[in-house]
Each structure stands twice: as C-alpha cells, then as structure tokens.
C-alpha cells in the first residue's frame, strides 16, 4: 500500500485544532508542577520538620513508579471510592497527575540550582539583616531560576510529549484525535506520520525559543 497524501492531509486537517488543547495541558501541568517543584525545594532547603520528610517520600514514590500506572491508579483506581475522582473529566485527571509526576523531577533541578547559589552570598545577605525568607527570594531563587532554566525548559518539552497518554483514559488531545482519524479510515501509516511530524515540528520550536531565552538570561547576568 502506497502513502496517500490525500489522507495525510484530511488526518493533518481534522486533528490539528486540538494541538491547541496538548499546549494548553501542558501549560497547566507545568504550572502545577513548577509550584510544587518551588515549595518542595524550599522544605528541602530549610529542612522543615515532618514536611521534609514527607516531601522525601512523595519525591521518591513519584519517581521510582511508571507515569501511567500513576494516572490508572489515580483515574481508575481512586474512581472506586471517590465521587469526585468518578466525575472529573479525563483532562483534568491527565494535568493533576501530570503535574504531580513532573514536580518530583523538576524539584530536584530546582535543589540543585540552589545548591549552585555560592554560601558566601548567603552568608552575606544574612548578615546584612535579611530574614531566612528574604534571603531565598531575593538572592537565592533568582540566581537559581538562571541555572535552571535550560532543565526546566526540557521538562516542558518532556510534559509536551507526556501529554500523549491523554488518550489511555479518554482525554481529546491532538494524539487521541489524530489516531480515531487514522483508525476510522484504517490509515495507521498516515495518521502515525501526521503525529510524529506535527511533534516534531513543534518541539523544534520550542528549542528554538529555549536557546533565545537562555541567551537573553545570561546576557542580563
């Protein structure tokens, strides 16, 4: 069977209205996460009792188990005794649990952008009187933000194509849509290519803003 462009441009033409919905996700999923992931470091940084620990525990179980068993036991599994898990729409499952997943990751490059903050510095604003709190998001956090970028910037990338298992529990995204397209015309080849290019393009992009920004970042530096 040879490749028809004809049904690659229907595919393309039929699905491409919800990539707005994929980006849309995304977004939400990494503000989601990079909350978490700032709360997470700075426990992990103060070492605040008991919060600490339990962020140790969410970091790890988060990390070490597959993202989408995560999303069938929180969808399906919770949905047995739970009402509202019952009744939440398969989108908002796929953001909630997205963004639980990245933020184990993306805390860690966040302990380690503080890490790179000099102790000097600290030492130094901490003598001039600033709180503990004054110190962190006036010294520490904006040096470390510089140095995470680039990482943070991948993990939006990585939310992006995450955003594919949408369609395991019903969520209408661009992947979901393009393959009832494919599957409707029996037409994998087709509908397979659509996507992979669509992302492609796409993540392509995303690079490319990536780049300028860590360039803008360190010429303010």
Do not use: H
Request: proline share 3%.
């Amino acid at each position: 069977m040879s490749i028809s462009w004809t049904y690659v441009w229907k595919i393309f033409q039929v699905s491409i209205p919800y990539l707005g919905q994929t980006i849309w996700i995304a977004i939400c999923a990494f503000l989601i996460a990079m909350l978490l992931a700032l709360v997470l470091s700075i426990v992990n940084e103060n070492r605040i009792p008991v919060l600490y620990q339990i962020g140790k525990v969410y970091t790890s179980f988060f990390r070490s188990t597959p993202l989408i068993a995560q999303l069938f036991f929180f969808y399906y599994g919770f949905a047995q005794i739970s009402e509202t898990i019952r009744t939440m729409k398969p989108t908002t499952a796929l953001i909630l649990i997205i963004g639980l997943n990245q933020a184990s990751f993306m805390a860690e490059t966040l302990r380690g952008a503080f890490f790179s903050v000099d102790q000097k510095q600290r030492e130094a604003a901490l003598a001039c009187g600033l709180t503990r709190w004054q110190m962190l998001y006036r010294i520490v956090i904006p040096q470390a933000i510089r140095v995470a970028v680039p990482a943070l910037s991948n993990s939006f990338v990585g939310i992006m194509k995450t955003t594919s298992l949408g369609f395991t529990i019903g969520a209408m995204e661009f992947l979901g849509r393009a393959k009832m397209e494919a599957t409707n015309l029996v037409r994998f080849f087709e509908g397979y290519l659509v996507i992979l290019v669509v992302y492609w393009i796409m993540i392509a992009l995303l690079s490319a803003v990536q780049k300028k920004m860590e360039n803008k970042l360190n010429n303010l530096y």
